[in-house]
T-cell receptor, first 112, second 115 residues
Framework: TQLLEQSPQFLSIQEGENLTVYCNSSSVFSSLQWYRQEPGEGPVLLVTVVTGGEVKKLKRLTFQFGDARKDSSLHITAAQPGDTGLYLCAGGGRTSYDKVIFGPGTSLSVIP | EPEVTQTPSHQVTQMGQEVILRCVPISNHLYFYWYRQILGQKVEFLVSFYNNEISEKSEIFDDQFSVERPDGSNFTLKIRSTKLEDSAMYFC?????????????FGSGTRLTVV
């Protein structure tokens, strides 16, 4: 059974600080996605990484896929209150229509 | 931006009753999914649907659950006889054809409360 773990579970920081959250597994994933979820809403896709070692940037967010495709990190530079939310990683299967497995999420709170 | 639409946003039902949750996926997407999220827990896979049939289902998706794409537009999840433990947010998602990205587009969910 493929499982994804995320750390930390909760993170509360001041506006302007930098942070990194992690997503780890003992399994290899063909792709890994990061989502942000607001309370009462569905997850919203931020990025998909596919190649081991891949780095993608989305404004102040930097995503990295581990070389072995078992782990990923999300780094946020100069966090803003608008970054507050639940950050979910999700690992994809071997084919494009396979289900993804979600991690439990990191709940981020950015205090003004 | 294209979106996945789910109705209703909230549904309260009595235990043992049937419910149908409705979804309109993005029009050119080919792969459809239902996930659920019990309050405070992980997003869990229920079922995937492609080419008018179930591709994969989880252990959660037992005989009480069924999915249908009745008219080429809607994608429904039916729970025949609801139980208290079916209370959760149910999310529909769709995915584009191969070569157009891996990411899911999720709907805003239906909050199902079984009393």
């Amino acid at each position: 059974t493929q499982l994804l773990e995320q750390s930390p579970q909760f993170l509360s920081i001041q506006e302007g600080e930098n942070l990194t959250v992690y997503c780890n597994s003992s399994s290899v994933f063909s792709s890994l996605q990061w989502y942000r979820q607001e309370p009462g809403e569905g997850p919203v896709l931020l990025v998909t990484v596919v190649t081991g070692g891949e780095v993608k940037k989305l404004k102040r967010l930097t995503f990295q896929f581990g070389d072995a495709r078992k782990d990923s990190s999300l780094h946020i530079t100069a966090a803003q209150p608008g970054d507050t939310g639940l950050y979910l990683c999700a690992g994809g299967g071997r084919t494009s229509y396979d289900k993804v497995i979600f991690g439990p999420g990191t709940s981020l709170s950015v205090i003004p | 931006e294209p979106e996945v639409t789910q109705t209703p946003s909230h549904q309260v039902t009595q235990m043992g009753q049937e419910v149908i949750l409705r979804c309109v996926p993005i029009s050119n997407h080919l792969y459809f999914y239902w996930y659920r999220q019990i309050l405070g827990q992980k997003v869990e896979f229920l079922v995937s649907f492609y080419n008018n049939e179930i591709s994969e289902k989880s252990e959660i998706f037992d005989d009480q659950f069924s999915v249908e794409r009745p008219d080429g537009s809607n994608f429904t999840l039916k729970i025949r006889s609801t139980k208290l433990e079916d209370s959760a947010m149910y999310f529909c998602a769709s995915r584009p054809p191969p070569g157009q990205g891996y990411g899911y587009t999720f709907g805003s969910g239906t909050r199902l409360t079984v009393v």
